[in-house]
């Protein structure tokens, strides 16, 4: 029989996970149809790649896999929701810049499929607050310690440029510095594991190699 303090405790878990699984349904269909509109009306798919990511990310939110243990700090739950869910906030704007139209979506699709593959790595272990859901080190983490926030970070930069609008450069750069700071968040935490320390030794790039 559970004890009253486990019982609290399981009941706020399960409330969480319907209330975040109702608000992430609620604002990507939002997202989602704003952008079919602007598809509609204007016969072509400008924002496609980006549209995609957040589908992907929204199913591996609803499928992630329980973490062994996770941040109770406001603070980095607030990035991590932040750095992940506020390009919902981007909407269909303008002309592509420079009448460039093809190579930004393809530079979204790019930054799909490098999405694609370290999430493919990943796995179950994906998750949004920093947690400690197992280490992954082959592949593209190899090269960078956060491969799927670099992905994250391109296929924005496309959709900005697909997209140019003092909105959607103010939500990229706001998501973008949460991101940083879900970065910070996440090492944080994991760095009290060894193996993660080795890692972290090993792999010296978190974000762009040679860069950060």
């Known amino acids: 029989m559970l004890r009253p303090a486990a019982l609290r405790t399981d009941t706020a878990a399960a409330l969480w996970r319907v209330l975040s699984t109702a608000a992430l349904v609620s604002l990507f269909t939002v997202f989602a149809i704003a952008h079919f ?3 509609h009306s204007e016969g072509s798919v400008r924002g496609l790649g980006l549209v995609l990511d ?8 609803l499928l992630r896999r329980p973490a062994r243990r996770v941040s109770g700090a406001p603070a980095d739950w607030l990035l991590a929701l932040g750095g992940t869910w506020l390009v919902l906030a981007l909407r269909p704007a303008g002309r592509p810049l420079f009448g460039l139209d093809a190579p930004y979506l393809a530079l979204q699709l790019v930054a799909l499929a490098g999405t694609l593959l370290a999430l493919g ?6 998750g ?15 090269l960078v ?13 496309g959709y900005l440029l697909q997209n140019p ?3 959607n450069l103010g939500v990229i750069l706001l998501a973008t510095a949460c991101q940083l700071g879900r970065i910070h968040a996440e090492e944080r935490l994991l760095r009290a594991d060894p193996a993660y320390a080795a890692y972290a030794a090993r792999v010296r790039w ?3 190699p040679h860069v950060y």
């Open 165 to 167: 609008s003092a909105w």
């Open 128 to 142: 949004i607050v920093a947690a400690d859901r197992g280490l992954k080190t082959s592949g593209p983490y190899a």
């Open 54 to 61: 957040q589908a992907l990310l929204a199913a591996l939110f």
């Open 121 to 126: 790595v990943l796995g179950r272990c994906f």
């Open 145 to 157: 310690r956060h491969p799927v926030y670099a992905t994250y970070l391109v296929g924005q930069i």
């Open 206 to 208: 978190r974000l762009l």
């Open 37 to 39: 509109q602007r598809w």
